[in-house]
């Protein structure tokens, strides 16, 4: 197969081939294509499927051009590696909301079998860093529950753990204070209904987004029940809130270990947890990494940054 591309700006020809061409052998090495460059296209040929891996990276080097005027061997090593991680799925986990502009995928390997082990396992573990899509995944499993009436209602707790602040020092009431440790939870909700529908929820208390210690005392019976940032926990926080499964639920523990703004010395409960729990039978556990993040590029390239600056310490 061949395929001619051509390029949409001839003045950044040398900044897209790279120094001495090393952007378009890179391209030939990954991916087993022949690329040869005449005046302003770009012919590449090959197997079919590599071929049309290797043109849609050309297009997003040039795309990434254009935007921020400057490409590195680094960009075009992720957008290989993206392209293969993020290729859909051959899997019916799409997950059905009410949104109806959108289906709810897997983008990588590592969601694929997070939503496997979510929808297999009455109690779910999942660490990992930001952008990996544990907090979204989760919360789009128990709406898909409870759209199909699978549950009867979702319950979204986060601790209310001061990252670097004092929570005192926040204006307003209670509510106003907790507010934006729970905006993350309403804007992946916001993502899966329209405003009026959510709104409805929340009045009718079928959805529910508090602070982690308004589930002491309570029993949780149909519902999926969802503890977002579970790594500030303290060990007997995270015993409350394992205690308050109940008939028909599903649980879902989601956390980034490497994030613990817990006092020094202190423990994690959601690590206490998983050590303790890990082979007990109906409870699942998932460890999202670095190649599972799918917000803009550079969340990788920070993530990983900080993982050599930790090692280097």
Request: hydrophobic share 40%; proline share 3%; glycine share 6%.
């Amino acid at each position: 197969m061949e395929v001619t591309i051509q390029f949409d700006s001839t003045d950044k020809q040398l900044e897209l081939f790279g120094p001495a061409d090393s952007y378009l052998r890179l391209l030939r090495q990954s991916l087993d294509v022949q690329i040869t460059a005449r005046q302003s296209r770009l012919m590449i040929t090959g197997k079919e499927d590599n071929v049309k891996k290797a043109a849609e990276i050309v297009g997003k080097m040039q795309k990434q051009l254009i935007k921020h005027r400057s490409l590195t061997a680094e960009d075009v090593t992720s957008f290989i590696k993206r392209l293969d991680s993020h290729k859909p799925l051959d899997t019916a986990k799409a997950i059905s909301v009410y949104s109806h502009k959108k289906v709810i995928e897997p983008t990588t390997k590592g969601q694929l079998k997070y939503i496997e082990t979510m929808l297999d396992n009455d109690l779910t573990f999942c660490i990992g860093p930001a952008g990996t899509g544990k907090t979204y995944l989760a919360v789009a499993v128990a709406v898909s529950m409870l759209k199909k009436k699978q549950i009867r209602r979702i319950v979204l707790a986060r601790p209310a753990v001061e990252a670097g602040e004092k929570l005192g020092f926040l204006p307003g009431d209670l509510q106003a204070k907790v507010n934006p440790y729970l905006r993350p939870l309403f804007d992946a909700l916001e993502d899966m209904m329209d405003f009026t529908q959510m709104k409805k929820f929340v009045e009718l208390d079928i959805i529910e987004i508090i602070p982690l210690a308004f589930m002491r005392g309570r029993t949780l019976n149909e519902a999926v029940i969802i503890c977002d940032e579970a790594q500030n926990t303290s060990a007997l926080q995270m015993l409350m809130v394992l205690t308050r499964l109940g008939n028909g639920s599903k649980m879902i523990i989601t956390g980034d270990i490497t994030q613990i703004d817990l006092e020094t010395g202190q423990k994690s409960g959601m690590i206490e947890a998983i050590e303790t729990l890990r082979r007990i039978k109906g409870i699942g556990y998932t460890e999202l990494n670095q190649a599972d993040i799918v917000r803009h590029r550079l969340v990788q390239n920070i993530v990983q940054a900080y993982k050599k600056r930790a090692k280097a310490d």
